[in-house]
């Protein structure tokens, strides 16, 4: 929380815009290492007994989905030149020829900012093209 507060106030003191993403059904991006088989659901009949299936794509409610998830995207957005910052692992940074992008991530959260006003609608872009993304706008207001 306190990174957080630190890019609000960086944010507020130079002036610069945030954007709320949020991506919709987060966990189903994931990708699974192990293989999985489950039960069909209710409703699938093809008139045979103790038919499985197996999964090739995370599923809520699954131990390893969340993981999946950050998986996927931590692996998307390290190659779109985004470093971790070592103090907290939920904060990316991108140094750009124009100035430097923020992003702050939670689960399927994140805020965008930065000096580079292109820098963040490219990074927008990205997201889209991999991700069920929804923006949410400017933010106006943050509970946390």
Known sequence: MQTVRSIFAVAAMKNWSMVQLDVKNAFLHGDLKKTIYMECPPGYDKGEKDVICKLRKSLYSLKQASRAWFDKFHGFILQTGFTQSTSDPSM?????????????????????????KDGIKELTQSLHSAFNLEELGYVSYFLG
């Open 92 to 116: 990316l940074l991108c140094n750009t020829v124009h100035g430097i992008v923020v992003l702050l991530f939670y689960v399927d959260d994140m805020i965008v900012t930065g000096s580079d």
